[in-house]
């Protein structure tokens, strides 16, 4: 059974920084990518960055320059290092992971405040 769990979630102010982890445990074949997607209230879910297993990362265009992925291979993690948040970042970000089969974390929960 595989499992993403996501932590490093909470309350920042405008202009703070966050960092989520997301760490993948159980049985699966090669990872091709992992990254994250977020869902703010009444919208729809958006990726906010993906990165490849070659080092190639995909990023929203909402959050360049200010969002940064990485990932641990050996590891199966995958960051988001999160910095000049603004108040349109708060949303429920989850973690998910590229394979033969996808998987998905539970979500963690960042909210911005003014």
């Known amino acids: 059974q595989v499992q993403l769990v996501e932590s490093g979630g909470g309350l920042v102010r405008a202009g703070g920084s966050l960092r989520l982890s997301c760490a993948a445990s159980g049985s699966f074949s090669s990872i091709n990518a992992m990254g994250w997607y977020r869902q703010a209230p009444g919208k729809q879910r958006e990726l906010v960055a993906r990165?490849?297993?070659?080092?190639?990362?995909n990023y929203a265009d909402s959050v360049k320059g200010r969002i940064t992925t990485s990932r641990d291979n050996a590891k199966n993690t995958v960051s988001l290092q999160m910095n000049s948040l603004k108040l349109e970042d708060t949303a429920v970000y989850s973690c998910?992971?590229?394979?033969?089969?996808?998987?998905w974390g539970k979500g963690t929960l960042v909210a911005v405040s003014s």
């Open positions: 998910k992971l590229w394979s033969r089969v996808d998987y």
């Open positions: 990165i490849f297993s070659g080092g190639i990362t």
